[in-house]
């Protein structure tokens, strides 16, 4: 199969990158990116920018999409800058994606999306996947983990204490709270792109312990 992967310079998208090149049922990986990546085989990677993405890109057609793609505020700045970045890119390149013919979509979003949320990052993370869902992937999964384990290359404020005392407190704590490691996030995210399963499908936080 031939997968596009936006977001692979992120944690959990250099997660599902190693994964994909190293499957035997992958047979390549398109990760548009705004920065060089490393040549690899399988690997093509054009330098884009986001808010001009090629629509008549040839890449565009494959068998299905994985979008990892996001920021936080602090690194955004605005809320507006921040909903470009986690809605307004993943969905256009949903768009393109669907024009040139692939017919899945999945999208790492997040435990608590909700288009009617009152908390603004999960109500940008909910209306991108109800957007999602208006389009009409054949299958469309959106994987909603929970604080996500793993080394960033820039770090989270006040993520790593967050995570240090769910690392204490996990054993006691409902699944749905645990700590989510980013390859059993990667691997969901990847699984699900394969299996391009019919319809939409939700992948809670609790089974990617």
């Not at 994964?19 to 047979?27: K, S």
């Not at 899945?104 to 435990?111: D, I, M, W």
């Not at 394969?194 to 089974?207: F, K, Y």
């Amino acid at each position: 199969m031939q997968l596009i992967l936006i977001g692979a310079t992120g944690l959990v998208g250099r997660a599902v990158l190693r994964l994909a090149l190293a499957d035997a049922r992958v047979t390549g990986v398109v990760a548009p990116s705004r920065r060089a990546l490393p040549a690899q085989p399988k690997l093509q990677a054009p330098v884009v920018d986001f808010d001009r993405l090629p629509a008549d890109a040839p890449w565009w057609q494959a068998h299905a999409v994985i979008c990892t793609l996001g920021t936080t505020m602090k690194a955004a700045g605005t809320r507006q800058v921040f909903r470009r970045v986690d809605h307004d890119y993943p969905l256009a390149a949903a768009r393109l994606a669907l024009a040139a013919g692939t017919r899945a979509y999945v999208l790492n979003s997040a435990a608590g999306a909700n288009a009617s949320s009152r908390i603004f990052y999960n109500r940008v993370k909910g209306e991108l996947e109800r957007d999602l869902e208006q389009l009409g992937f054949a299958s469309l999964t959106h994987v909603r983990p929970g604080l996500i384990g793993g080394e960033r290359e820039v770090a989270r404020a006040g993520e790593g204490a967050a995570l240090r005392i769910l690392r204490v407190l996990g054993p006691m704590l409902p699944p749905r709270w645990r700590i989510n490691p980013a390859p059993r996030i990667a691997s969901a995210l990847l699984e699900a792109a394969i299996a391009a399963a019919p319809g939409v499908h939700v992948v809670a936080s609790d089974r990617l312990l």
